[in-house]
C-alpha cells in the first residue's frame, strides 16, 4: 500500500470520529438543555402549559401535573360554597326577622279595640246634689260602676220633670276632649237651676230627672229631697273630670 493511500485512509477516519463526536455534543446539548422535540412543541397549547386545566390528560408532563396538583388548592372554594350557604341562612334569618316585624306591626293594628267605648245607663250611675256655691247650682256626678272604660256624652242632656226640651250647654265649659271613666272613676257637670236674681221666667218645681245616653238607654236621676225650681235660666256644663271645673260657670 502506497503511503499517499494510507494518509488518505487515517484522514477520513479522522474526519468520521469528528463528526460523530459533533453529534454526540449536540445529542447531549440537547438533552442538558430540555429543548423540546419538535412533536411535543407542536402539541402544546399556545398558552402553555399554565393554561391547561387541574387534572389534565394522561399524557401531560410531571411539571403540568404538579401544577394541576396544586390546583387542588382550589378545594378550598368549597368553603366559599359555604359561605354561600350562611349567606342564604343569613338571608332566610333577616327575612324570618322581617317578618317578625311585620307580624308585630300587624299586631299593633289591634290597638283600635284599646279605644273606649260609649257609656250607657247600665254601666253608669248618676246622683245629683245641692251645691254649696253658686247658689241655685246642682253638681251631677256620673260613676262608672262597670268592668270597662267608657266615654261620657259630652254634656247631660238633662230633662226635668215634664220639660219638652233639655237645657242649653255653656260653651265655654268645653273641654278639649271627652270625659272617659275607668273603671270606678267619677265624671263631673254643673247645673244652673235658675236665676239667682230672680229674672227668669216660666219657673216650676219638680221632682224627677232623666238623662239619656248616646246608646238609647235613660238614666233616671234622684234630685235632692224636695225637689228643685228650675226656670229659664236653666243651663248645663260639659262632662268634666273635677268638680272646681264642673261648678265654675
Request: charged share 15%; net charge negative; with cysteine.
Amino acid at each position: 500500500m502506497s503511503a499517499r493511500r494510507i494518509t488518505r485512509t487515517r484522514l477520513f477516519a479522522a474526519t468520521t470520529v469528528a463528526l460523530a463526536a459533533l453529534s454526540l455534543t449536540a445529542c447531549e446539548g440537547d438533552e442538558l438543555t430540555g429543548s423540546p422535540a419538535p412533536d411535543s412543541s407542536a402539541s402544546a397549547s399556545p398558552d402553555g402549559n399554565s393554561a391547561r386545566p387541574a387534572g389534565g390528560a394522561k399524557g401531560d408532563t410531571d411539571s403540568t401535573g404538579s401544577t394541576g396538583s396544586s390546583g387542588s388548592n382550589g378545594s378550598n372554594g368549597s368553603n366559599g360554597s359555604a359561605g354561600t350557604g350562611s349567606d342564604k341562612a343569613s338571608d332566610s334569618g333577616s327575612g324570618s326577622a322581617s317578618g317578625a316585624g311585620a307580624g308585630a306591626d300587624n299586631s299593633s293594628d289591634g290597638s283600635d279595640s284599646d279605644v273606649p267605648g260609649k257609656c250607657s245607663a247600665s254601666d253608669v250611675r248618676i246622683t245629683a246634689a245641692n251645691a254649696p256655691r253658686p247658689i241655685n247650682h246642682l253638681l251631677l256626678t256620673a260613676v262608672n260602676t262597670g268592668s270597662k272604660t267608657c266615654a261620657l256624652p259630652q254634656y247631660p242632656a238633662a230633662r226635668f220633670g215634664e220639660a219638652q226640651s233639655v237645657p242649653p250647654v255653656a260653651e265655654s265649659s268645653k273641654p278639649q276632649s271627652l270625659t272617659t271613666l275607668a273603671p270606678g272613676e267619677s265624671g263631673y257637670a254643673g247645673v244652673r237651676l235658675s236665676s239667682g236674681d230672680g229674672s227668669g221666667e216660666n219657673g216650676y218645681e219638680t221632682t224627677t230627672l232623666t238623662i239619656p245616653f248616646e246608646d238609647g238607654s235613660i238614666a233616671r236621676v234622684k234630685l235632692p229631697s224636695g225637689g228643685v225650681y228650675v226656670d229659664t235660666a236653666l243651663t248645663v256644663t260639659y262632662w268634666q273630670t273635677s268638680v272646681s271645673n264642673a261648678l265654675e260657670y
